[in-house]
């Protein structure tokens, strides 16, 4: 499968905006043959935007962004992953990530589970249950976001459920480059999975982010790594490749889980 990561600056407060760059990203994804395009994290409105904001913006999962994010993939023929702020029950916003097919019917939507620091906590609630896979084009693909990548549990859980594609759109700012250029590349080798990270890049009001999106296989390869410059990154996925790393290094088939369970 033929995967194509967006890296770009945010459009903040901009909906419109970020459906018609959308429309763009993904015309000119399927031209060079991608089946599936990753946007940043929170791509519909921005990330830095504020509570306010976030509230404003929010909507249902299958709110108004969504339906023309959906007839995007069906004109275009292409699977899309995207961030938004998504609204809950009793007034709670979610960071959240949904993953529509190429017919643009919701394949999954998840709710960042670990938020980051102050501006998550003042932005979202946290999302509450585990994530799970769905197929998309053959493969078992879950979804992840931005921080959720850098604790271990999470990927651990995703590869233990048979995910061997995660997604994680991401918003990981200047000063956190060792998580674009190691963790992610670790996640996958130690999951025995594929790994899709698709950051932003340039300014946001006072972050700088990092760029660094990348596409890391589960042998310790790099199938794809950007650097600060907009623009499209490709990454051609080969199932051979899982078969070979699982076999030389069957890190899911020898884990000992019942070693790791709580005493009390």
Partial sequence: MKLALCQCT???????????????????????GARLLVLP???????NIGAAAVRQLAEAADGPFAQAAAAIARRHRIALCYGYPEAGGGGAVYNSARLLDEQGAPLLNYRKLQLFGDLD?????????????AMLHG?????QICYDIEFPEGARYLARAGAE??????ANMR??????????RSRAYENQCFVAYANYTGAEGALQY???SSVNGPAASREAMAAGQEGLLYAELDKAELTVSRRENPYLADLRTGVFLPRR
């Fill in 139 to 143: 493969w078992q693909v879950g979804l």
């Fill in 165 to 170: 594609l995660i997604l994680v759109p991401t």
């Fill in 210 to 212: 990092c760029g660094l």
């Fill in 41 to 47: 994290e929170m791509f519909s409105s921005g990330y």
């Fill in 10 to 32: 945010p459009l903040p407060l901009d909906s419109a905006g970020n459906l018609a760059r959308l429309e763009r990203f993904a015309a000119q994804a399927a031209g060079e």
């Fill in 175 to 184: 000063g956190f480059e060792f998580i674009a250029e190691v963790t992610v």
């Fill in 121 to 133: 906590r003042q932005q979202f609630s946290a999302g509450a249950w585990l994530p799970t896979v």
